[in-house]
């Protein structure tokens, strides 16, 4: 079986080292030549606009799938021609454009933060002074680990965000005071057949996820399992599918869908039976879909913008590292750790090696 990827970044990877184990090939298209999941397959570097590379690509392989959203919906629908695509272009779409989003989950009754549609310098600020609380100003499509988004908090800075962001359209979210943000890895198969993670409590530094933890029973794990169930549904949805949630006081408002394996499933390579990669493939090959149960409790932390020392992890007993093998960067995602039955001295101390050096994340640890 051979599976093209498009995308060939670090989740890229990360389904090339689930699927290797079952025999599976992977060819992977970017345009980036740098992608860090290129020496896992075959690679073919070219624009998403290039349509000879892109008949290349799809005629090799059996099944083509995507580790990035941002996937142009053209090539999608040029590639579904000559291998079937998962997930479909349809789906995809929806998840490109937060107010598509956000009017598709208000359309299967799941709760959103209020929004409004900016189209102009003018109607952010009209919108920021009519609306007296906080807004969260976001560019419609492209945004990710924050990128693309400002915090409103006076009409005043309305010219500037509107400069800031690119003079492009927008969303404004009003800002919702959560507890806690969470957010469900589900699967579905051709065949119906689907299953969910548990649920997973994400904290973000920055806008950048940093850190992720489950808990066992979950009070909202039935709630988030119900509305991700429609979400596939509705979208006859094949593959991993991840809804981001905020939880106001048990009450689950959903953010935004990732149609593809995320990072706060990272931790099932280590702690779930079955890791998200694996049955994302498993999905995508209408293969019987892996157990999904917890095996130990864990803390998963990103690896941001430098490689700390690997030897002081790795002395860390139950400590995973996860190195994608990309050159540093401001804010860039490098790796990530997954801690196995953690003590909590054992986070703090990873959290020291991870933060110390971090100006902006330096308050994470007073
Ligand atoms: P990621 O790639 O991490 O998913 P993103 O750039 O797609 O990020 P969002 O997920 O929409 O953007 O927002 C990033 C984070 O900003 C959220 O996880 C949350 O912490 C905060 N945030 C976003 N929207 C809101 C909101 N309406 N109210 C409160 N906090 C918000
Ligand atoms: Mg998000």
Known sequence: MKIGVLGAGQLGRMLALAGIPLGIEFVFYDNKPQSCAAGLGK??????SDQQKLSEFA??????????????IATLEFVINKA?????????????DRIREKEFFNRLGIPTARYFQVDTGSALRQIATQHKHTLM???????YDGK?????DHPDQANTIWQCLGQQPLIAEQRIAFNREVSIISVRRQSGEMCFYPLVENYHLDGILFRSHSQKNDPRQALAEEYA????QALNYVGVLTIEFFDCDGELVANEIAPRVHNSGHWSIDAATTSQFENHLRAILN??????????EFVMYNIISRMPDKSALLAIKGLHLHDYAKSSAMKRKLGHITLCNPTEKECSVVERILVQDEPSQASYLN
């Open 43 to 48: 690679f073919i570097c070219a624009e998403f």
């Open 59 to 72: 005629d090799q392989v059996d099944v083509i799938t995507l580790e990035t959203e941002n996937v142009p």
């Open 84 to 96: 079937p695509v998962f997930p479909g272009s349809d789906a995809v779409a929806v998840t490109q």
């Open 137 to 143: 100003i976001k560019s419609r499509r492209f945004g």
């Open 148 to 152: 693309g988004q400002m915090q409103l």
């Open 229 to 232: 169930q429609r979400v596939m």
């Open 287 to 296: 293969l019987p879909l892996g157990e999904t149960s917890l095996e130990r």
